[in-house]
């Protein structure tokens, strides 16, 4: 069976408060964006080995222990025990330490696999409870659809909100931003405005409304990420912003941008025209 883990972008994101465990509960509005990995898996016959992975694409940093898609496998087979020794294929095209989630949809992605191909038998809360426990914005991605997350992002209402018929342009510069360093940086503050009515004006309106708390700290230090999203603008974007605690930034446009492979041509750049999501 094949599927493909999509990525996910920021529209907004307030860090609202430190928690007593020492992690944060933020707001902000998780949007999928179909760029996406390959993610296959097959039994694995005549083997003593519980599973093979293969990773082609983009590197990914680590040991297959730590990628989430085996963490999800042995987790699984704690309950599920049936499952058999299998063989996975993994192309990243999805870049690592982006802002993007694409390691947790990874993870979700294998788990609806390994659920429908196994038949296990799990629902969508049990699947979101079992893919909270492995990253805050992993249980997103199961159900893959516009929602406001609070928490520590695993809180989740979908909403109805459609950037259907913009174009998206997405920049990764070869930055790497600690997620740990980035939170270590900002100062928790309720936001003066709330973020979902700030997103149900039009998009041209977000540039003065909607923001990302990691961006002012970020931007001190990468001030190549800040570039980016100026030029974003100076080329036409209604709205651009970091998604996440970084690297990645992204324009929303009212037309195509065929110069920004040029423009950016030192970096990843990521462009289409966003559609309805099923």
């Not at 990525?7 to 860090?15: F, P």
């Not at 038949?119 to 079992?130: A, I």
């Not at 997405?170 to 997620?179: A, E, F, G, Q, R």
């Not at 690297?247 to 009212?254: I, R």
Request: contains cysteine.
């Amino acid at each position: 069976m094949v599927v493909f883990p999509c990525c996910k972008i920021n529209l907004g994101l307030n860090v609202v408060g430190r928690r007593p465990d020492g992690y944060h509960n933020l707001e902000t509005v998780f949007y999928p964006i179909p760029l996406h990995d390959n993610l296959e898996v097959t039994d694995l016959a005549n083997s003593n080995s519980p599973y093979l992975l293969h990773e082609t694409g983009i590197h990914i940093d680590g040991t297959p222990e730590s990628n989430l898609v085996i963490r999800v496998l042995q987790q699984l087979r704690e309950t599920y025990p049936q499952i058999p020794p299998v063989e996975i294929w993994l192309h990243k095209r999805i870049p690592s330490g982006a802002g993007l989630g694409g390691g947790s949809s990874d993870a979700a992605f294998m788990m609806r696999l390994l659920n429908e191909q196994y038949n296990l038998g799990m629902d969508d809360d049990d699947m979101e409870y079992r893919l909270s426990r492995l990253g805050a914005d992993c249980a997103f991605f199961n159900k893959a659809v516009p929602a406001f997350a609070t928490g520590i992002g695993d809180q989740l209402m979908p909403i109805n909100l459609t950037l259907a018929g913009w174009d998206f342009v997405l920049v990764k510069p070869d930055i790497h931003v600690s997620t740990r360093e980035a939170f270590s940086m900002v100062t928790p503050r309720r936001p003066e405005r709330s973020l979902l009515e700030a997103l149900s004006h039009p998009v041209e309106e977000w540039k003065d409304t909607v923001v990302n708390d990691f961006e002012p700290s970020v931007f001190r230090h990468h001030p190549e990420i800040a570039a980016i999203k100026m030029t974003l603008y100076d080329m036409g974007a209604s709205y651009a912003a970091m998604t996440g605690s970084g690297s990645s930034v992204f324009g929303l446009f009212h037309h195509r941008q065929p110069e920004a492979q040029d423009v950016f041509k030192e970096h990843f750049v990521y462009e289409t025209r966003l559609k309805i999501i099923n």
